[in-house]
């Protein structure tokens, strides 16, 4: 009986060393400043929504947070800065869903593996706006179809791989249109690209789109979503034109490195939920179009292995690849 109470206390004093240890091999976050790399340009939703967190846990964790633009490679050169990065969580990636459900699709190479990055959150998913130059004299889905039909039309995107990239393909493909693919370094510039009659349309960010169609410069044709968009409710959505086979949304997601502790990845993620929940960034989500979502771990990994088989068809459909 003694040897039985001495070997259980034994065991408790092993677990209690083991526990401390396992403690001390995940240390207090926030440390040290912590950077939101975006893997596109300044002034895009990704973008705002980044620094709106990053107000949020600045004075809740008394920590800088701070975001860093790494363009480029439709989100890849910021994707790989992240990948490489220590898994302390001092360092996430912000941006969509493109890293991980188009590139590896259409990049001959990639300069990090998918397993190198993990979802931390799906923060929200958005329709783009299709719309197109007032001097093409289109008015509707209806006539943009019979238009790109008979001849091509130079259509923007944010850059190769970007959704306005797929979604080009998909309509070439699904609709028979004759869309050419010109990518532009972010959404607003292949937003002014529409406005300065550079191109004749393009399918890109609805709060992009929406200051130059309430000032004439740009025709809404319709919303990419399953529903309207909350910021442009006129507007039919494609599937309501008949088109449901080009509907096309973006998730907005946060990732980590591979090598970032779960517990600290369950950190990670209440903290920017937590931030996510307040009526303040709930506002700010319906102003950049942006149905909340809120998966993390499993169920946010479900989503984008999900989308990713789905493109991967499209992309294979056509053929669609980046050197």
């Not at 970032?260 to 950190?267: A, G, I, S, Y």
């Amino acid at each position: 009986m003694i040897h039985l109470v001495r070997r259980q206390c034994l065991l408790g004093s092993l677990a209690l060393l083991m526990g401390a240890a396992a403690m001390a091999q995940t240390p207090s976050w926030p440390s040290k400043p912590v950077k939101f790399i975006n893997s596109f340009p300044p002034g895009g939703p990704s973008d705002i929504l980044a620094r709106s967190v990053g107000d949020v846990l600045q004075k809740q964790f008394n920590q800088p947070f701070v975001v860093e633009n790494k363009a480029g490679a439709a989100g890849n050169v910021g994707a790989d800065l992240v990948a490489k990065s220590p898994g302390d969580g001092h360092t996430l990636l912000w941006g969509i869903d493109t890293t991980h459900t188009i590139n590896p699709h259409i990049y001959k190479t990639m300069p990090y593996k998918e397993a190198d990055l993990k979802p931390l959150v799906v923060i929200s998913s958005s329709g783009l706006l299709l719309g197109v130059h007032p001097a093409t004299g289109i008015k509707s889905v209806r006539d943009f179809m019979q238009v790109s039909r008979d001849r091509s039309l130079n259509f923007s995107s944010g850059g190769n791989g970007s959704p306005g990239h797929l979604w080009v393909n998909m309509s070439n493909v699904s609709a028979a249109t004759r869309l050419v693919h010109v990518p532009y370094r972010g959404n607003s510039p292949a937003v002014m690209a529409v406005v300065s009659g550079e191109v004749d349309g393009g399918t890109l960010a609805t709060p992009g789109m929406l200051p130059q169609v309430k000032a004439g410069k740009i025709t809404p044709l319709a919303v990419t979503s399953r529903k309207r968009s909350r910021l442009a409710p006129d507007v039919p959505t494609i599937a309501e034109a008949g088109f449901k086979e080009l509907e096309s949304e973006v998730l907005y997601v946060v990732m980590a490195p591979a090598n970032t502790p779960e517990p600290l990845m369950q950190t990670l993620a209440k903290a920017i939920t937590d931030a996510l929940a307040r009526p303040e960034l709930q506002t700010r989500l319906n102003d950049l179009d942006m149905a909340y979502e809120g998966l993390t771990g499993s169920a946010a990994a479900q989503r984008l292995n999900k989308l990713s088989d789905q493109y991967g068809r499209v992309i294979r459909a056509t053929g669609m690849k980046v050197d």
